[in-house]
């Protein structure tokens, strides 16, 4: 029925084409990566865990794809982004296969957001893939809260939730203005 990684990338294809910037914050595994470059966008992807680079290399290199991969946290993307962003996408919580104790938190999410504010361009979106159903719940429920402060003027916000089991949400954050 509902598939959150689906309709992550469902609500990214309305809004990218190619060429555009986009931003994946949490290469992970590089799903999310592969499928941005395979849109023909050109794709930056930040990670803090040097094996989510090496698995993201090696799915691009096998996927004949490029991107561009950064070890360091999504609250820095500012450092490397310079120019207007299309989208991005965050699928937040912790790299199936690795250490549970590394996980997304809520205050360098929030900041990577705030930085996306910025640089995200008109009819641009930020998809965000929320986990209730571990210990980080806590951070679906502090982005929610903070996008549910965005102005209504300069942007629209869906959440997309099962809400009768703990599954993936999605956020869609589209700048209106």
Known sequence: MFNASEEAHRLLREAVQTGDLVVDATMGNGHDTVYLAKLGAR???FDIQPHAFANTAQNLQENGLKAELHVMGHERLKEVVKEPVRAAIFNLGYLPGSDKRLQTRPETTIAALEALVD???VHGRIVLVLYRGHDAGQEADEIIAWAGH???????SLLTDIINHEAASVLCLEKLR
């Not at 965005?150 to 629209?156: I, M, N, P, R």
């Open 150 to 156: 965005l102005s209504k003027t300069h942007w629209q």
């Open 119 to 121: 640089l995200l361009e």
């Open 43 to 45: 794709v930056v992807s």
